[in-house]
């Protein structure tokens, strides 16, 4: 299907699980920064609160409300097809996501998430990659603080460092912050299926061709005192990584031989002793059914950060470039992470999605690869900075 078909298509942008804590903001970022003549919907399972919530909306009366449910694959099939890029925030997505992106992928519609549960991504890839392809349809996942600073982070390093030479980027995270239930529900389910995951990982590995002629890696790292950015530097297992590495895989732009390295960036040394052990024991409880209960319970699904807490929160990624006898400093910056910030990430590239002129693509690809500059731009617009900080 040829994307520029599918202005017959009632909505341009979709909003899955506006009702929830991101969703929410993500709809009221939408409603106070989308350009006039938008066609868009907030979607859920509960009319009722998707009525509520569009009353509250600044414009709210020309924007349509879709009632759709995780568990009733029919009302994601009319999703997909009513709309040109669908945005959903409904997760743990290994729980609740599949459906949804089989839904995209068989109707051509752009399709954008906030998951960072690497066991998705690659049964995603697995499932719906080559379907994705056959129509068209762009699966971004990752939209938000989880991977969007880290991807095109190092996609703008990158682009200050000499073309056709090997390359290393190192990412240093800093932030201060809290986190919502969703956000904690999906960590606890993450932990809780590690071999889960790996098997994922390696069926992913089965079916992704080899990458000829060039490397891509991110290789763990290990704990150090970093003195380019004045830290402890704490090898950080996100699916941010990989992210960076896929984006290294798809353009050439990031040289014939490219490694990514992803740090937390902590000033003190017990805070970033503690840290681990927190992350551990967390880690170990998800394993025991009773644990996981009771831990699930101290956050319900909707709640999140106050107004208060979140204007206090923000975040820096320090990147490190080095290559071709040139080195380059970094910084993406902006305010709260988690919350905020994520929603405007999901917001704009929604936006970007439905109306830039982008590179051609389709199927599973990354934030930088299905938008690079177009995003770039629109995040530097909306306030989250991209900087050089220093270049030798
Ligand atoms: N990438 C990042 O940096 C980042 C940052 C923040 C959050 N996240 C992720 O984003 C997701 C949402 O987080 P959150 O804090 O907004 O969670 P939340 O408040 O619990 O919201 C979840 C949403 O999913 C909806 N939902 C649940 N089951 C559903 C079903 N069967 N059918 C339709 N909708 C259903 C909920 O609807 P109801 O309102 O009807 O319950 C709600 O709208 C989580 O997976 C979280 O990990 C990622």
Not at 58 to 82: C, F, H, I, K, T
Not at 107 to 116: A, E
Not at 238 to 248: C, E, F, K, M, N
Request: aromatic share 8%; charged share 25%; hydrophobic share 45%.
């Amino acid at each position: 299907m040829n994307r520029l078909k599918r202005t017959d298509r009632p909505y341009d942008v979709v909003l899955f699980g506006a009702t929830g804590f991101v969703g929410t903001l993500t709809a009221e970022y939408l409603a106070a920064h989308a350009p006039d003549g938008l066609r868009w919907a907030i979607a859920g399972r509960s009319e009722a609160r998707l009525r509520e919530l569009r009353e509250r909306l600044p414009g709210g009366e020309s924007v349509a409300v879709l009632r759709a449910d995780a568990a009733d694959p029919a009302s994601l099939s009319e999703l997909a097809r009513r709309t040109r890029v669908l945005a959903t925030t409904v997760g743990p997505y290994v729980t609740y996501g599949e459906e949804l992106v089989a839904a995209c992928a068989d109707n051509g519609t752009d399709y954008l998430d906030l998951t960072g549960e690497p066991e998705f991504v690659d049964l995603v890839y697995v499932r719906h990659d080559a379907r994705a392809r056959e129509t068209g349809a762009r699966l971004v996942h990752a939209c938000g603080f989880d991977s969007v600073p880290h991807d095109l982070g190092a996609y703008f390093t990158v682009r200050q460092l000499p073309e056709g030479v090997p390359l290393s980027v190192d990412g240093f995270v800093r932030v201060d912050a809290a986190f919502s239930g969703g956000t904690f529900a999906s960590a606890l389910n993450q932990f809780a299926r590690p071999l889960r995951m790996r098997a994922a990982a390696r069926e992913r590995a089965r079916h992704e061709p080899r990458l000829m002629g060039r490397r891509a890696s991110a290789p763990a790292g290990a704990p150090r005192f970093a003195g380019e950015v004045g830290a402890w530097a704490l090898p950080l297992p996100t699916i941010d990584p990989q992210i960076v590495v896929r984006s290294a895989r798809a353009l050439e732009r990031y040289g014939p031989d490219f490694r990514y390295r992803h740090y937390a960036a902590v000033e003190r040394l017990p805070v970033a002793v503690g840290g681990v052990a927190a992350v551990g024991a967390l880690a170990a409880a998800a394993q025991v059914p009773p644990a996981r209960r009771w831990l699930s319970g101290r956050l319900q699904p909707g709640e999140g950060p106050s107004a208060e807490r979140r204007a206090r929160s923000w975040f820096s990624v320090r990147f490190v470039g080095e290559g071709g006898g040139r080195r380059v400093l970094t910084e993406v910056s902006g305010g709260d992470p988690g919350y905020g910030e994520t929603a405007k990430m999901f917001a704009e590239s929604a936006l970007c999605l439905a109306l830039d002129d982008l590179p051609p693509t389709a199927g599973q690809v990354t934030t930088a690869v299905a938008m690079g500059d177009a995003l770039l731009a629109r995040l530097n617009a909306a306030g989250i900075t991209f900087r050089v900080a220093a270049h030798r």
